[in-house]
């Protein structure tokens, strides 16, 4: 049986960094954030948005920001766990309580709340749109098919053509026209079997 630790809410690494963490904690008791739990760890939010996040890792304890990417990070302490994934997440770490700066933490606590109270946030990028020249011809062509297509909704429009379209070479996507085609005309969309 694992024993609960009496400290929950605390996202750590096993037994590991309960004190710093705890120290991380005490410093952001000091601002106006509220603490919550979400993921299994404490989350800081300022009117419901997610600020600030603490957690335990197997080689360092970390206070990370949601927003991060908007942080002037002039004593550069900021790190993308993830280059290629994370837009806007920015993670500091340290390895030691010796290391936790409580004015340098302060400081960037809130500048990132004065930054979600300026509503900073990366907007989600919209997919890109796809056209399909092929498809285009074929309801040139026939006034029924794209009275039929204009009929579906933007993602549905999107599904038809991402399908035509990720097939490579020309013949395909020639069969998968005539495939679709029964079905733009029966109003079914790409995947409504499947909702």
Known sequence: ??????????????NKWEEELLFLKSILDK?????????????????????????????????????????KDEKKK??????????????????????????DVLEYVYEAIENEKQGKVIKP???????????????TQNP???????????YKQYEFLEYIESAKQEKTKLSRIEKVLPMILANVGMNDKYR
């Open 31 to 71: 601002t106006e954030l509220t603490e919550t739990i979400k993921w299994g760890g404490p989350v800081y939010v300022y009117e419901k948005k997610n600020v600030v996040g603490l957690g335990g890792f197997k080689d360092y304890f970390a206070i990370w920001f949601f927003n991060g990417v908007f942080l």
């Open 125 to 139: 990028s919209k997919k890109e749109a796809i056209v399909s020249e092929l498809l285009e011809k074929e309801m």
């Open 144 to 154: 029924a098919l794209k009275e039929a297509f204009a009929k579906f909704a933007p």
């Open 78 to 103: 900021l790190i993308n766990a993830q280059e290629e994934v994370t837009k806007s997440l920015r993670q500091w770490r340290f390895t030691s309580k010796d290391e936790v700066n409580e004015k």
């Open 1 to 14: 049986m694992e024993t609960k630790s009496e400290n929950k809410g605390i996202w750590k690494y096993g």
